[in-house]
C-alpha cells in the first residue's frame, strides 16, 4: 500500500505547483455552464496538461491512450483534485460517459478513433438524448435517422445539449424505424458535429449564464459507420451510457467535473455569518442543521464503502448504485439552499453585487445545483427506478 | 482495501447464520404469540443462542468466550431486529461491555464465565425523569466498612426479571461508579408497561441493597465502563433498528404490491412508491453508518462520532419507515392485527433509548463544530 501512499504524496505537490493562474474572469462552476471561449479555452488547456503529466485515464487501456493502471490511481487523483479544489475538466460527457461506453461496447476502430482525443481534450463530446418535446420519456424521442447508401440522413431537433458549441462529437439517441414499437425503433450513434445541416441555438440559463444548446438536424448527413452497434440497440445502449452518467458503475477515465461547494464551507460561512449579533455558528438550530447534513454527507461516503463489499450488498445488490444519484443531487440541493439561508439577509443578494458573500457563489451554486437533480433524469424519474427497480414495486 | 468499513469473514458467516436463525425462530406469529408472556422470550429458543455461543461472543476466551468483539455482535444484533427477535442478547452484550472495560480481574473471573455458561446480564441506568445522561441519576450509595448500601430507583431495566445479574449505576462520593448486583429479590422489581411489547422493562428498587466494595467500580474505571456501555448500547440498538427498518420496510412493499385501489396496485401510486424510494435511501445510508460504526469501535472520537450519527440515522429512519407502513395500509393498518404497528413500536423503543437523533445531534455538534 506503501505505492499508493507515494502517489498520493506525489500528486498532492503535482497540483500544487501545476494549479493553474487564477483568470481574470468568473471560472464557471461545472461543465455544463462553459459559456465563453475564454472559459473554454482555459479549461481545456488545463484538461490537456493533467492529462500530459499521466493524471487521466490512468485506468483505461494503454494501447488506446489510458494509463493502463488499477482504478486506486485515478481515484486518488480525482479526490486529491477535489480536496486542493483546483478547476475541473471540462470533457465530462467524453470522459465519464462516451468513453467508457466505446471500451465497453466499441469496435476496435472506435477505441483508436476516439479515446485518445477524449483524455487530452482535443475532442469534445456532448449528449443528444433529449428532445423539446421529450425528455424522462426518452424512449419517446423523435428525432430521425434513415439510412441512405453510406449515410444516415438526421432531422429533428434535440434540446438542453451542454457543451454543444464546442463539441466535436455527440452521442446521439434517434428513431432508425418509426414503424416499430418505441424501444426497439431507437438507434445509436456517435455524430460527427461539424457535418452540414447541424446548427446550433445557444440558450440562455436561469443563472443568466449560457452553456448548453439546441441542436437542430436539417438533412444532415453522417457516414453509416457513425451508428453504435445495430440498428434497434439504441435504446438498450443509451440505458447503459445512464449508468455511468449516472455513477451507477465504474468505468470513467476520472477528474472532477466541478468545483464544489461542500459542507466544510457551509460551515467555514457559519462562522462569520451572524445571528442576534453572535457567530451564526453558535445557534443551536443552525448546529442542529449542519449536522444533519453532516450525517446525511457521510451516509453517502460510507454507502460508497460499503458498495465494495458484497456480504454488505447481498440482499438488494443495486441499492447503493441505483439510489446513487438521488441521495447525492438531492442532498447538494438542500445544503446549498441552506446555505443560502445563513447569509441572513444577505442570502437576497446576487453575482455582481460588492457585499454579495463570496461573490454571489452560492446563489449560483444553489441555482446550479438543478442541474444534478434535473439532467441525466430527474429526482422524480430516479426514485421511480428505486421503487420499481430496487424494491420491484408495480410501474406508474 | 477499505478504510471505512471492514468486515470480516466471521462477520459475514454470522450474518448469513443469524439471518436464518431468526427468519426460521422468529416468524411474525411466534413474534405474536410471545407479546403476552412473563419474559418475552422463548426460553428453547434462547437456550440454542447460548448453545450458539452468541451471548458470549465478546467474553475473551480465558473467561469461556470466543474472544470476539460487538462488531460480530452487531452482525447477530441486525438480522434479530430485522425479525423483531425479543432475547435478551444486548442486554448481555452491554452488560459485558461495561464489565470488561471496567471491572478489576477478580471482579471479571467472577462475572464472564457465568454469562458464557448461560447466565443472563442487564444494566440499570436510567431513573424516573427519563433523562438520556448515563451520569444524571440520583440513585446513591453511602459507605458502611467494606460495603456500599444503595438508596434510590432505575426505570428501563430490561430482562430484569431473568437477570443474574446487573449492573448499575450511581452516585458514590459525589461521582459516577457502578456496581455489579446479584441475585435481585423479585419483590424489588415492578413490570413497567412499555410501548414495544415485545420487550420487557422494570422498575429497580434500589433502597438497602448492600454491595461489598469487590463489586464496585468507582473513578476512572466506572467512567471507562458507562462509555463502553454506552457505545455498546448504540451500536447494538442502530443495528437492531437498521434490520428493522428492512423489515417493515418488506412488509410494506409486499402490501403495495398486493392491494389494489382504483383499479391498480396502490404501489403504482408514486406518493407511496416514493416514499418507500426515500425509506430505502435511508435504510442504505443507515447501514453503511452501522457497519462504519463497528469498524471503527474502540477508536476514542471517531468511535463516537460514528456511533452517534449510526444511531441518530437509525433511529430517525426506522420511526418514519414504521409510520409510514400504518398509513401505507389504510383502515388496516391502524388494527392491531396489522404489523406495521409492530414494527412502529420497536421503532419508538429503539429511538428512545439512549438517546434520540435531537439529542445526539447536539452532542455531535461539539464534536464535529467546536
Ligand atoms: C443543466 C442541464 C443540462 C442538461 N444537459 C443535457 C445534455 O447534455 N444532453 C441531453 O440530452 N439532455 C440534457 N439535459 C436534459 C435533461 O436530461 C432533461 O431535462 C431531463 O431528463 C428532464 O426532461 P424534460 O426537461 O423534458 O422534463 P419533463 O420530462 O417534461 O419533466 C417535467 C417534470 O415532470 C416530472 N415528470 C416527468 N415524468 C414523470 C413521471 N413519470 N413521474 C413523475 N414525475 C415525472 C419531472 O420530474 C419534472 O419535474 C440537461 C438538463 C439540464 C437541467
Redesign the pocket.
Known sequence: MNELEDFRREVAAWFRENRPAEPDFLLPESF?EVGSDAQFAYLRDWQRKIYEAGYLGMAWPKEYGGGGKAQAFQDIVNAEMAAQKVPFVPNT?GLNWAGPLILAIGTEEDKRRYIKGILNAEDIW?????EPD????LANSQTRAVRDGDSYVLNGS?I???LGTYAKYMILLARTNPQQPRYEGLSYFLVPMRTPGIELQPIRKLTGEYG?TQTFFRDARIPAASLMGKEGEGWKIAMLTLTFERGATGGQAGGVSRVALGLGDVVEMAKTARRDGRPALEDPFIRDQIVRFAIEDRGDQLCRARAEIPALCAERPNAIPLSNKLRVSEHRRRLLRFALSLQGANAARWVGDADATGGGKWQRAYFNS??ST????????QA?IVGERVLGLPK? | MNELIRFSDEQAMLLETASAFCREKSPIHAVRALLGSDHGYDRGVWEEIVALGWPALAIPENFGGSGLSLAEAAAIAEPMGRHLMAVPFASCQIFVAGVLAGADAALQAAVLPRIAGGAIGTVALFEQEGDWSLTAGEAFGARDGETVVLSGAKTFVCDAAVAGFVLVSFVLDGAPALAVLTEIAPERLRREIVIDETQRGYRLDLDGISVPMSKIMTGTRALAALDAVRDAALLLNAAAAAGGIAGVLDVTVEYLNTRTAFGRKIGSF?SLKHTCAEILVGLERTRSHVWHAASVLGSNQDAEIALRMAKTEAGEVFTFAGDRAVQFHGGFGFTFDCDAQLFLRRALWLEYSFGDGAHHRRWLADLLLA
Open positions: 455544463m460527457i456532448c449528449q443528444g438524448f433529449s421529450q425528455g424522462s420519456d434535440k438542453w445539449t451542454s448548453f438543478f442541474s434535473i439532467g441525466g433524469g430527474t429526482s422524480q424519474i421511480n406508474d | 408514486q
